[in-house]
């Protein structure tokens, strides 16, 4: 994503942005966003001068300053198996939910978050966003005192107000991430941050013998892009661990005379628009990523961010959420750590089987992916799926149960009333509701 610093003249700003969520037959997908500056991690003192509300105003919002305390690494779980969501706190505010994103060039805050804040909306001059599929504006934003993650504290962060998928708090993007250094293991669900000696030293300590080789970093507008040999020759692809699934230019596809591989009916929405039809999968295999290679189901899709950045495809959370590596931004690489005398395998990820990624997302512990795979049931209108529904009929989380039903009775309608399942959902809202018949 681009800013272009506004100039007195210049009404409004424009920047490119990735963000998007896209729900499907076949489960969950994407979503990007992205720009920085890469630096270090700070040290626990900061004397340098903080911006001050008019610089926000008139120039680009700041992303706060990041500093980590003594002993200078730390820890935290991943609340989720499909995306690197944890848990921070916002101005003393506990348990908010964040999404760790390389490919968003800001921070955000949910509209539902910035009206818990005590902190002041402020206007800022209007910034037009471009999104995979169109463009949005955002003219909003908070400045909020101190975000908190593990030993973290990112001080003053400037956080835009937009709409965030899957109960979101907001979004850490690269002007936080930047300034540290990432380890990401999210098949252990943990993420690690220090500065760059402190998290070689850890992975030295967790993966003895490992191979570690290093993927260069192109910076591109402010993204970090990187080239990927596959099957279908060299791919400029996004970093983007905000992303679900793995995107791919259909036009690049033409290009490299791939067809899509199958089509499922889903629901694609980002910061821009949203959409129910035929979303296209093709198929990129033999894709290398350090000694790992994988073949990847890639959703189809176009539009500015693909076009300004003259982009292939965008890399996500189900390929980079597979295997442990390093994001250090500071020397422009990611450290891809793979298995001993080139025992990594070959991993295939996707498939056409739709409920096989509607199970997966039901099954994880961040319970709104459970709510949106369940809402994509109940759009699907198959009652294939209603084996996913039924058993959370029985889930004491009330809002699980209550979707669960909702899918089941939208699913099997009036044809359907007889149906053990359909009766068993009505029984649930009943006991929900007694004034219910």
């Known amino acids: 994503m681009n800013l272009a610093l506004p100039s007195v003249r210049a009404p409004r700003r424009s920047v490119r942005i990735g963000a998007s969520l896209a729900l499907l037959a076949s489960g969950a997908c994407t979503h990007p966003v992205s720009n920085a500056t890469p630096g270090d991690v700070a040290t626990t003192r900061d004397d340098r001068a903080k911006p001050s509300a008019a610089e926000a105003e008139e120039g680009d919002l700041p992303p706060g300053r990041v500093t980590i305390d003594d002993p200078g690494i730390f820890s935290i779980p991943l609340e989720s198996g499909v995306l690197p969501i944890v848990r921070c706190e916002l101005d003393g505010a506990a348990s908010r939910f964040a999404l760790l994103d390389t490919g968003a060039e800001g921070s955000l805050i949910s509209p539902s978050q910035a009206g818990r804040m005590r902190c002041e909306r402020r206007k800022m001059e209007p910034l037009v966003v471009s999104s995979p599929s169109a463009a949005a504006e955002m003219d909003t934003y908070l400045r909020v005192p101190q975000v908190l993650l593990g030993l973290m504290k990112i001080r003053d962060p400037s956080l835009p107000v937009a709409a965030l998928p899957l109960d979101l708090d907001c979004l850490l993007g690269s002007g936080v ?34 191979t570690l080789t290093d993927v260069r970093l192109t910076p591109a507008q402010r993204l ?20 679900m699934r793995t995107m791919v230019n259909p036009l690049a596809m033409k290009v490299r005379n791939v067809d899509p591989t199958y089509t499922h009916e889903g629901y694609f929405e980002d910061f821009a628009s949203a959409r129910t039809g035929e979303l296209e999968f093709f198929r990129i295999r033999d894709v290398k990523l350090g000694e790992w290679t994988f073949d990847v189901d890639a959703v189809g899709q176009s539009g500015p961010l693909f076009d300004e950045l003259q982009l292939d495809g965008i890399l996500g959370f189900d390929v980079l959420g597979r295997i442990p590596w390093v994001f250090d931004p500071a020397a422009t690489r990611i450290v891809v750590v793979s298995p001993p005398g080139g025992d990594a395998g070959h991993l295939s990820i996707g498939s056409d089987d739709p409920e096989a990624d ?80």
């Not at 293991?185 to 402190?198: L, P």
């Not at 970090?224 to 992303?243: C, I, Q, Y």
């Not at 992916?369 to 529904?389: K, M, N, R, V």
């Not at 699913?411 to 399942?421: A, N, P, Q, V, Y």
């Open 358 to 437: 509607l199970r997966r997302m039901c099954a994880d512990t961040y319970e709104p992916f459970t709510l949106a795979a369940l809402g994509t049931i109940s759009i699907a209108h198959e009652p294939s799926y209603l084996d996913i529904a039924g058993p959370l009929l029985a889930d004491p989380r009330s809002r699980v149960g209550e979707m669960a039903a909702y899918a089941i009775m939208k699913t099997l309608g009036e044809k359907w009333r007889d149906d053990e399942m359909h009766h068993a959902a009505i029984q649930w809202w009943r006991q929900r509701d007694p004034s219910e018949k």
């Open 224 to 243: 970090f892009t990187l080239v990927v040999e596959t099957g279908s020759g060299p791919m400029k692809l996004l970093l983007d661990t905000g992303a």
């Open 177 to 210: 991430l930047t300034q540290t250094t990432m380890l990401m293991e999210a098949k252990s669900r943990r993420v690690t941050f220090g500065s760059v000696s402190r998290i070689e030293e850890a992975v030295r300590k967790k993966h003895p013998g490992d």
